[in-house]
């Protein structure tokens, strides 16, 4: 039993490295709405063909998408629906954690601004630089 979760343990690293990119990450959310060929992807990411290939070829290797053949043209899409889902949940918990973060960061915010006896006060001008002569 140990070694079955040993593999998957491997196997979900091996697909979570191939994820480990923000272009590879819009490809994936990108597929999740159709199939596209190569330089569909390009054309939307800003991206050279040759640049999307290899990102396709890096999510191929591990599963996480499919290419079907249409004569001269290849297609592409998810391999399993439930990887656009797994990535989908993922940037749901980011989002909840940056607005928790948020929240803390606005709360700290008004504690700074208040200080311990009420709202802050502008600051005095500084003294002038110099010697200070004292008058008898």
Sequence with gaps: MLN????????????LRALASPQRL???HLLGERPR???ELADE????QASVSQHMAAMRA???????????SVRYGLADP????????????????????GS?????RRIDLAGPKGPASPSKPPAAAGPQVTHR
């Design 37 to 39: 060929e190569v330089h």
């Design 4 to 15: 079955v979760l040993n593999e998957i343990d491997v196997i979900q690293t091996s697909l």
């Design 62 to 72: 591990v599963g996480l998408v499919e290419a079907v053949r249409y004569g001269r």
């Design 26 to 28: 819009r490809i994936i």
């Design 45 to 48: 990411l800003g991206l050279a």
């Design 82 to 101: 439930q990887i656009l889902a797994a990535c989908s949940l993922m940037r749901e918990v980011i989002v909840r954690r940056l607005s928790a973060l």
């Design 104 to 108: 803390i960061a606005a709360a700290a």
